[in-house]
């Protein structure tokens, strides 16, 4: 197999620099992230198709700031620069960057110009974008057209079309830039001359090479939960290295109804992957007893599956150690537990930030760069079962994020109650495909007065958290038809004691995140 010259995104410590190399992949052009310390002799050296500059937080005229190397303009690769990028760009080439005062966050109409060249041509006259800038360009360098411009950046876009090189001062990477994506296939197939040749299938072939070459003919755990990411992950090793691959799953307690079952039974027939079933309940509840506060949650919880993980592996191995941990790990989980390059900690999720320190596994994580929707295709791809596949996501810490208060025995079975409910009506509904995941979480600590069969009630709220997302990295809340929500609510009180008011969660991410905890 020939390996694709690839896009390289140079990331200037963009949140969304992986954002832009999926959608190079959506455009069917291979991508990889380059961290902008790469000397530019070293990424010609990979013979890239084309070179694309992320966003970053810095700005280019202060003492420090990342700077494109101006070796990088000698070659003839295309580049494309988006906003920072965009603006290391138009210095580098003798341009002028400035702070005009004018910032513009969020939605922007931008008005390209009549002679709007390649990447906006016969786009409307004004058009929504997605700004995030306090600098800007106010001279183009010489050799470039101005194509569109907005009420804060009288350079918001150009072009050297002989030279192949573009810039946008927006995002054309989010979703809220309507025409993003676009815009971005102009660059790379108009500008760029790159045929959209590149499918995820290459994906599966560079991952089972990679991964032969990592775990050689050593024995090798996986982290099984039952979740497409796991699954997607486990058939990867699987196809390169066989049998010598065992997943374990583990029920912690945390688990939804039926679903530790549902696991045993479906996963090895779909499969015929080795499979180990650990019952942990005990020990993961005695770990999370009386604890309250969401981080110490995720990282007991992280901690306890290593452990778990550690006997277990000493258990299957034939002949010394399991030195290789496979998880489903993907980019969101990467990015939200700080991990990104100069992005914050929303949260630790349990296989990334929630880790213990003394880690003895090499992790093997064929999917740390994908988004969800990219490891779909690839499940689906690799011939794994449609109602694997389409699974709503569903949390490594499971239940115990969706408990608002202390976790234990009486109040993770009332929330398996609320949940299943929840679950079957939508699925009654035939709603499943049109949300994305549907949280049902328990306020364990908070109490409200209601009447039931004429009497005083004193009981717990349950929320229903329905969303819609692309990849969990934004989400919506699902407009969930009303008399879906109110069958829901009314079994949820009618059934599950204690409950006595089912409430609607109607917050977007941002500001809210998915999981409450
Ligand atoms: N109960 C479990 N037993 C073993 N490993 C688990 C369990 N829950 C989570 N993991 C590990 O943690 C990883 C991250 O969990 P996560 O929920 O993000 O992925 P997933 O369960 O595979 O997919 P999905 O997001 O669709 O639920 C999993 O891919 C898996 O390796
Ligand atoms: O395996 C996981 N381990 C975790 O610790 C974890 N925390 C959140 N999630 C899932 O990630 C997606 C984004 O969730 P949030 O909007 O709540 O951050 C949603 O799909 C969440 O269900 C997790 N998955
Ligand atoms: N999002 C970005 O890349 C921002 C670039 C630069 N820091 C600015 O504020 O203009
Ligand atoms: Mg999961």
Same mark, same amino acid.
């Given at each position: 197999m020939s390996t694709p010259r690839p896009v390289l995104v140079v990331d200037f410590g963009a949140q969304y620099a992986q954002l832009i190399a999926r959608r190079v992949r959506e455009a069917r052009v291979y991508s990889e992230i380059v961290p902008h310390s790469m000397p530019v002799a070293e990424m010609l050296a990979k013979n890239p198709a084309a070179i694309i500059l992320s966003g970053g937080p810095s700005s280019v005229y202060a003492p420090g700031a990342p700077l494109v190397d101006a070796d990088l303009f000698t070659s003839d690769v295309p580049v494309f620069g988006i906003c920072y990028g965009f603006q290391a760009m138009a210095q580098a080439l003798g341009g002028t960057v400035a702070r005009t005062g004018n910032r513009e966050y969020g939605g922007t109409p931008l008005r390209p110009r009549p002679e709007a060249g390649v990447l906006l041509r016969e786009l409307p006259a004004e058009l929504p974008v997605w700004m995030s800038h306090g600098d800007c360009v106010t001279e183009a360098p010489?050799?470039?057209?101005?194509t569109a411009e907005s009420a804060g950046a009288p350079v918001a876009a150009f072009e050297d079309l002989p030279g192949r090189r573009a810039g946008v001062q927006f995002h054309p990477e989010v979703g809220h830039t309507a025409q993003g994506q676009e815009m971005l296939q102009r660059f790379l197939y108009d500008i760029a001359g790159i045929a959209p040749t590149w499918t995820p299938s290459n994906i599966i072939e560079e991952q089972v090479e990679r991964i032969r070459a990592q775990v050689g003919d050593k024995e090798v755990i996986c982290g099984l939960s039952g979740g497409v990411d796991s699954a997607v992950a486990a058939a990867l090793v699987h196809k390169a290295v066989g049998d010598q691959l065992t997943c374990v799953f583990v029920d912690? &307690? *945390?688990?939804?109804?039926?679903e530790a079952e549902q696991v045993e039974k479906d996963y090895v027939a779909a499969t015929g992957i080795k499979l180990k079933v650990v019952d942990a309940q005990e020990r993961f509840l005695g770990a999370l007893a009386g604890v309250t506060d969401p981080e110490q949650k995720r990282k007991i919880i992280g901690r306890e599956f290593i452990r778990v993980f550690e006997a277990a592996a000493r258990e299957i191995a034939a002949h010394g150690d399991v030195e290789f941990l496979v998880q489903g790990t993907l980019y969101p989980d990467v990015v939200e537990s700080g991990g990104g390059t100069g992005t914050a900690n929303i949260k630790s999720h349990h296989n990334v930030? &929630? *880790?213990?320190?003394?880690?003895k596994f090499a992790l093997v994580e064929p999917l740390r760069t994908l988004f969800k929707d990219e490891v779909r295709t690839i499940g689906l791809e690799l011939g794994l079962p449609e109602a694997m596949v389409w699974r709503h996501p569903f949390p490594g810490p499971g239940l115990a994020i969706r408990i608002i208060g202390a976790v234990d025995r009486e109040r993770l079975d009332l929330l398996r109650q609320a949940d299943l409910i929840a679950r079957e009506e939508l699925t009654a509904a035939g709603l499943d495909r049109d949300v994305w995941q549907f949280p049902v979480v328990l306020l364990a600590d908070v109490r409200s007065v209601g009447v039931q069969g004429d009497g005083r009630s004193y009981g717990h709220p349950v929320v229903l958290r329905p969303v819609s997302s692309e990849d969990a990295m934004t989400a919506d809340w699902s407009r969930l038809p009303y008399d879906v929500i109110a069958r829901i609510s009314t079994r949820i009180t009618n059934e599950v004691a204690e409950v006595n008011r089912v409430v609607l969660d109607v917050t977007s991410k941002p500001p809210g995140t998915i999981e409450w905890e």
């Open positions: 010489a050799g470039f057209t101005v912690h &307690g *945390l688990l939804r109804a039926g930030g &929630g *880790l213990p320190e003394d880690l």
